[in-house]
């Protein structure tokens, strides 16, 4: 079994927290100066992303490496949505690349890179 | 009907809640009720399919002016975004986790006149109700909802395993044509309208749209008749699939779906629509192959690197790859065999039998389910050539549903 090493899951989801509170700090003061869109879209831009994170962050046993790193990936791609509002959409959309990149670390790159890369990551 | 006229901090509370609050209930279902991981899957699928349908049924009602949206926020084709993704959950797996031993139609019905009949007309400026509004909820239950929690119920029991099929292609369809080109035109730009171009074009992009349509939908039918399973690889096939139009391309919904894009790129103009069949591929590259490694690879050892070798992943051989040599059993008696005899008889992966039967009969050792009449000679005619097996594939793709939703009916009547 693989899985993320700890200190990079706790340092992401420290990540999480504080871009989720940015993200509610900014909600609450638009609204207080009359703009509805922010608290409108909090649910589904910040929650929902925080939700699927957590998800990802407590699934500690991937049967591969691979499987590690598509994790390690759909949380990065996650923390990029919360953190960057105007380009959620587009990142949403791109979601499978994450997974290309992985394929392509996998199958293309040096051994030497992936196990340098593998041995911060994984453990 | 009841007035509510809401402060609008209750509205905008409402808006939260009809979001968190299917999610918080599915949460609490999944662990108060230790769903099984095959509930869970069922759950998820009722959740896609009700987006997909729940995303076109409300667009269809927006346009047929049934209701409309307020709210400039998260809109996507003038529907809330967050909305649609509540209503799916609700409707989908929180509804099925929360009833699972009820009938879908009697956890519908108090709903619809329940809630949706009392106030929905009250829940400005969430929604503005228009004329015939009920008509439309009906309509969204009888399409996007009930369906959803039948899907969610046959894929935990395993049964229905035809309709699942048929479910599951409508809402791949839905996510396809409808929900991705519409995200994408609300990230880049680009509209709908399609009635402002010349009916020719229109004409001419959906006959091209429905024959790349095929080549997905009738691959779809494919892994339910011959692998027993669903195209998705949570409630895989028990088989591995090298019939049909796999015998051509390995890849064959990917090919379907990155065509459509392509299509509907050319007809609404947009080259971003068009842009997303380069997804499709990279999908391949980094999903897809991924799946073929660690889940494909194991169940099928011996079989699938053969099959992965000879097989295209994108682009269709013109001959198929046949592992096995399949017979066609026909009639002498009759003029219409003995020239479909004719037409096959040089092809080295079918043996042509003769028999006194008149109802001709294909089967395939690689095969489970065996075709009869003008299917059999339908199955026979895919081991021509591509465009053979693009034809033949459009008449089973028909003409088994038919017969068996006739048979079904003739089953129910005596």
Redesign the interface.
């Known amino acids: 079994m693989h899985r993320t090493k700890l200190s990079v899951v706790f340092g992401m989801v420290a990540l999480a927290a504080i871009l989720s509170a940015w993200r509610g700090y900014l909600a609450v003061s638009d609204l207080i100066d009359g703009d509805q869109t922010a608290f409108l879209t909090f649910p589904l831009s910040v929650i929902l992303p925080v939700m699927v994170f957590s998800f990802l962050a407590t699934r500690r046993r991937m049967a591969s490496e691979e499987g590690a790193l598509m994790q390690f990936g759909a949380m990065v791609q996650i923390l990029l949505i919360i953190a960057l509002p105007s380009f959620a959409i587009y990142l949403a959309l791109g979601f499978p690349v994450v997974f290309l990149c992985v394929e392509l670390f996998e199958t293309r790159l040096p051994s030497a890179i992936k196990i340098a890369v593998k041995s911060r990551l994984i453990a | 009907m009841i007035d509510l006229s809401l402060p609008l901090l209750w509205m ?1 509370a409402l ?2 809640l009809l ?2 609050g299917p ?1 918080c209930l599915v949460l609490a279902m999944v662990r108060g009720r230790r769903l099984s991981q095959r509930a869970q899957i069922a759950g998820l699928f009722a959740f896609l399919y009700g987006v997909a349908m729940v995303f076109v049924t409300h667009s269809f009602a927006v346009w047929m002016g049934w209701w409309h949206y307020g ?4 809109m996507v084709n003038a529907l809330p ?2 909305i649609i ?1 509540g209503g799916a959950i609700l409707f989908g797996p929180g509804l099925y986790f929360s009833f699972p031993n009820t009938r879908p139609l009697m956890i519908c019905l108090p709903i619809i006149l329940g809630l949706h009949g009392t106030i929905f007309s009250s829940l400005e400026p969430l929604v503005f109700a228009g004329p015939h509004w009920f008509l439309g909820v009906l309509f969204v239950f009888a399409t996007a909802h009930l369906p959803a929690i039948y899907l969610a119920k046959w894929t935990e029991a395993g049964t229905h395993l035809p309709y699942r099929c048929a479910l599951l292609a409508i809402m791949t369809g839905g996510m396809i044509f409808a929900v ?1 080109p519409s ?2 035109m ?2 880049m730009g680009g509209t709908w309208d399609i009635v402002t171009k010349p009916v020719w074009v229109i004409c001419l992009a959906g006959f091209v749209l429905s024959m790349a349509s095929v080549i997905g939908v009738s691959a779809n039918q494919t892994l339910c008749l011959q692998g027993g399973g669903t195209p998705i690889p949570l409630d895989p096939t028990k088989r591995l699939v090298t019939t049909g139009l796999y015998a051509y391309v390995s890849n064959p919904m990917q090919l379907s779906a990155a065509l459509g894009w392509i299509i509907l790129g050319l007809l609404l103009q947009n080259i971003w629509i068009m842009a997303a069949s380069l ?1 499709a591929w ?2 391949v ?3 897809v ?2 799946h073929h490694r ?1 889940d494909l690879l194991k169940r099928f050892p011996t079989g699938w690197p053969e099959y992965k070798k000879n097989v295209p992943e994108w682009i269709p051989r013109w001959r198929p790859w046949t592992h096995a040599t399949a017979t066609l059993t026909l009639s002498r008696e009759t003029r219409r065999h003995q020239w479909v005899a004719s037409k096959l008889v040089a092809r080295d992966s079918i043996d042509i039998m003769w028999s006194d039967d008149r109802t001709a009969r294909y089967q395939n050792p690689d095969n489970v389910y065996d075709f009869n009449g003008s299917c059999a000679v339908a199955a026979a005619f895919v081991h021509v050539n591509f465009a053979y097996a693009l034809l033949a594939q459009t008449w089973i793709l028909l003409a088994v549903p038919s017969g068996f939703l006739t048979s079904q009916l003739l089953r129910k009547k005596t």
Request: glycine share 4%.
């Open positions: 905008l808006r939260w979001l968190l999610v709210w400039d926020a998260l975004a967050d993704l991705l995200l994408i609300q990230a997804m990279v999908f590259q980094g999903m192959r991924w660690h």
